[in-house]
């Protein structure tokens, strides 16, 4: 079984600067791959970025990119030029094996002041 | 939007009641998975169907089934409801079922359930 860990509660940021969420994980699986979802008040799921394991190089979409540490189990998401839009709950999730579930952490919520 | 639709949007029940939550996913996407999400247990993955077929099942209840019809589209049947069943309940679909390529699962808006 997977655990995913988001050990910061809630952060804040001020438009226009950068924040990065941290994110661990632990799989005894060779093929994983990890996301990173955004929940806005809306309380609709929004997929932000996806990494595969066996890739080494970090994925970017536009403003977000991870920090993907293989070794130490470590998935960070960097949001840069933060706008007041990514205000939301931030989830780490894992993916692993036949059945495809994901399993999430707990969340972070964000907060981008203007 | 994802292009994965649920229905009800929100739903008001008393304990003890049944209730049938439906699910659409993207088109083109053949598997469908069921997620429970609530204050205290955050996001859990209760099942999912894939082509028809139960695929996997996670902390679903024995009050709690599901089915994915022949049109792909799903249902989640909640029954004997109790007060803690409360919770955001979401449908996810992806293309493919194995961790590969596609297997990107685009969650649809949820549905609140409140049992009174």
């Known amino acids: 079984a997977q655990t995913v860990t988001q050990s910061q509660p809630e952060m804040s940021v001020q438009e226009a600067e950068t924040v990065t969420l941290s994110c661990t994980y632990d799989t005894s699986e060779n093929n994983y791959y990890l996301f990173w979802y955004k929940q806005p008040p809306s309380r609709q799921m929004i997929l932000v970025i996806r990494q595969e394991a066996y890739k080494q190089q970090n994925a970017t979409e536009n403003r977000f990119s991870v920090n993907f540490q293989k070794a130490a189990k470590s998935f960070s998401l960097k949001i840069s030029d933060s706008q007041l839009g990514d205000t939301a709950m931030y989830f780490c999730a894992c993916l692993t094996g036949a059945n495809s579930k994901l399993t999430f952490g707990k969340g972070i919520t964000l907060s981008v002041r203007p | 939007d994802s292009g994965v639709t649920q229905t009800p949007k929100h739903l008001i029940t008393a304990t003890g009641q049944r209730v049938t939550l439906r699910c659409s996913p993207r088109?083109?996407?053949?598997?469908v998975y069921w997620y429970q999400q609530s204050l205290d247990q955050g996001l859990q993955f209760l099942i999912q169907?894939?082509?028809?077929?139960?695929?996997a099942k996670g902390n679903i209840l024995e009050r709690f089934s599901a089915q994915q019809f022949p049109d792909l589209h799903s249902e989640l049947n909640l029954s004997s409801l109790e007060l803690g069943d409360s919770a955001l309940y979401f449908c996810?679909?992806?293309?493919?079922?194995?961790?590969?390529?596609?297997?990107?699962?685009?969650f649809g808006p949820g549905t609140r359930l409140t049992v009174l």
């Open positions: 088109s083109g996407d053949l598997s």
């Open positions: 996810a679909s992806s293309l493919k079922s194995l961790p590969s390529g596609g297997n990107e699962q685009f």
């Open positions: 169907y894939y082509n028809g077929e139960e695929r």
